[in-house]
Nanobody, 114 residues
C-alpha cells in the first residue's frame, strides 16, 4: 500500500504561480512512475505530467509547468508558472508500482482567476 498526500493548491490570478507537492508513504520502495493529473468540472481526468527518469508533459503545459521528484524524500512536486484560467481543476497526485498497481491522492483544488 502507498499513501499519497497533496498540498499547495489554492486561488491565484492568471499569470501567477503555484507549487503543488505530494508526499508518498507506505510501500515506497515499490513506486515506479509518479505523476500529476487534473480534472476540470465536466471534463475527463487528464495526465498533466509524469516522471520516472525523464519528465513528460501534456502539450498544454509545456514550458509553463515543471515536475520534479525527490526519491530521498519520497516526494513529487509540480511547479506551475504562467497559470491560465483553463488550468483551473482539481489536481491529483498519482503513482504506480512496478507491478502496475495505481494509487491516487485525495486531490487539491487549483483555481486561476482571470
Amino acid at each position: 500500500q502507498v499513501q499519497l498526500v497533496e498540498s499547495g493548491g489554492g486561488l491565484v490570478q492568471a499569470g501567477g504561480s503555484l507549487r503543488l507537492s505530494c508526499a508518498a508513504s507506505g510501500s515506497i520502495f515499490n513506486i515506479n512512475v509518479m505523476a500529476w493529473y487534473r480534472q476540470a468540472p465536466g471534463k475527463r481526468r487528464e495526465l498533466v505530467a509524469r516522471i520516472r527518469g525523464s519528465p513528460n508533459y501534456v502539450d498544454s503545459v509545456k514550458g509553463r509547468f515543471t515536475i520534479s521528484r525527490d526519491n530521498a524524500k519520497n516526494t513529487v512536486s509540480l511547479q506551475m508558472n504562467s497559470l491560465k484560467p483553463e488550468d483551473t481543476a482539481v489536481y491529483y497526485c498519482y503513482c504506480d508500482t512496478f507491478s502496475g498497481y495505481p494509487y491516487w491522492g485525495q486531490g487539491t483544488q487549483v483555481t486561476v482567476s482571470s
